[in-house]
């Protein structure tokens, strides 16, 4: 499979880890040559529940028995979208009634942006710099990262980019502001969490100015921070929340959730503002609907932040200057770049799976799926160390 998957499939960098997948089930990834790794990415941060969860697994093959794409979305009553944007409702702020499902995280951006120009018809975006919001056109302009955004120029107009977490510069968000899109918690950028009461700030700019603010929650959503939602730490709500990722229980999703008063206006004048063919699939939405009723039933959230505790306890080490990030999405910041390289591959080879984030070479991501258990963090974090010992006695 190696020599084919090099020929036949698209790649998107040089060296893909190239495992050759066999089965995963909880915590746990198996390649053919019945290896088995311990996942500490959880598919970047997208399988929630780990690997082929039975609840998860169940409501997609009892959806299968039912039926599977039908029609476009918006046009018929499918009982598992409705239920799926009904729960998001109820767990979210009065305001976040109405969710609108994509197919993927970049789409629901995209949906986002349009809602807010559509809705102030203004055409400005700020955004911040080292942000990450996707990969088509429109997400890739409020990327704040020009180096991998180049070659696609020219990109949308009038977009302007400010520091996250710096106050000063919310002066720049001005009533020529659409919207003002923000990770709640940087990914890319190394998992940088807002201080200083930062997002408030930003909501007060926008309601002053008359912005919209989007917060990109396809990261740390889903329970990841200990809290269903990362905003929901920080006392302020969005005009408009796009998630993703986590919320599909390994499925492909994306979803933008807003007022009924600002959804709406994607219905009309014109019509048909925002379509798509499969967003709301059927079993996209069953797998979703089982993911989100299990977190929220359970306490799976509240472990999170008890699980970064441990993980924090158990990560002490010469070459770990920091761990930054909330709840399980946290990454270990190494000395340097070939550092973090080397532990990643070597702990690859140790049984242990962990990855890169975007634009911070020095940073490690660990973002488990919320069931791994206390024993298995341990036993990660176990190698984890035992590497670092062997990298520095090499030094
Ligand atoms: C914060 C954030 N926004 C948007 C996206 C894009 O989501 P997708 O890859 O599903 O299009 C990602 C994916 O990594 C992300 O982390």
């Not at 946290?330 to 049984?351: F, Q, V």
């Amino acid at each position: 499979m190696l020599d084919d998957f090099f020929k036949y499939q698209a790649q998107t960098s040089p060296h893909p880890l190239a495992m050759e997948i066999s089965h995963a089930k909880g915590s746990y990834i198996y390649d053919t040559n019945n290896k088995e790794y311990l996942d500490f990415v959880a598919g970047v941060s997208a399988c929630t529940l780990g690997h082929n969860h039975p609840k998860v697994v169940t409501a997609i093959k009892s959806q299968l028995d039912k039926y599977m794409h039908v029609m476009v979305y918006g046009e018929y009553i499918q009982k598992p979208a409705i239920e799926l944007a009904k729960l998001l409702a109820k767990n979210l702020p009065k305001s976040l009634e109405k969710t609108y499902l994509t197919n993927s995280g970049t789409e629901a951006i995209e949906g986002a942006l349009k809602l807010a120009k559509r809705a102030t018809g203004r055409s400005e975006i700020i955004a911040a710099n080292k942000a990450y919001h996707g990969n088509t056109m429109g997400a890739m302009s409020v990327m704040g990262f020009e180096e991998r955004k180049q070659a696609f120029r020219p990109l949308l107009p009038n977009i302007k980019f400010i520091n996250f977490n710096k106050e000063l510069d919310l002066k720049h968000i001005t009533s020529k502001t659409a919207c003002v899109i923000l990770e709640t918690i940087q990914g890319g950028a190394g998992f940088i969490v807002p201080s200083n009461n930062y997002l408030q700030k930003v909501q007060k700019r926008c309601n002053e100015v008359g912005a919209l603010l989007i917060f990109d929650e396809i990261q740390p959503g889903i329970g990841r921070t200990g809290k269903l939602f990362g905003f929901q730490h920080y006392n302020c709500t969005p005009d408009i929340l796009v998630t993703g990722k986590g919320l599909g229980g390994g499925m492909p999703i994306g979803a933008f959730t807003a007022s009924a008063e600002l959804m709406d206006l994607l219905s009309d004048n014109p019509k048909l503002g925002h379509i798509t063919t499969f967003g709301g699939h059927p079993v996209i939405a069953a797998s979703a609907l089982a993911t989100l009723q299990e977190v929220t039933a359970g306490n799976l959230i509240e472990q999170a932040l008890e699980k970064e505790q441990l993980f924090k306890k158990l990560l002490v080490h010469p070459l770990i200057k920091d761990i930054r990030g909330k709840g399980l999405m946290l990454a270990i910041i190494t000395p340097s770049k070939t550092i973090t390289n080397t532990l990643i591959l070597k702990c690859k080879d140790a049984g242990l799976i962990l990855f890169w984030l975007l634009f911070e070479p020095k940073a490690v991501r660990i973002t488990p799926p919320l069931t791994i258990s206390n024993k298995e963090i341990t036993k990660g974090c176990n190698i984890i160390i035992k590497i670092l010992d062997d990298i520095l006695q090499e030094k």
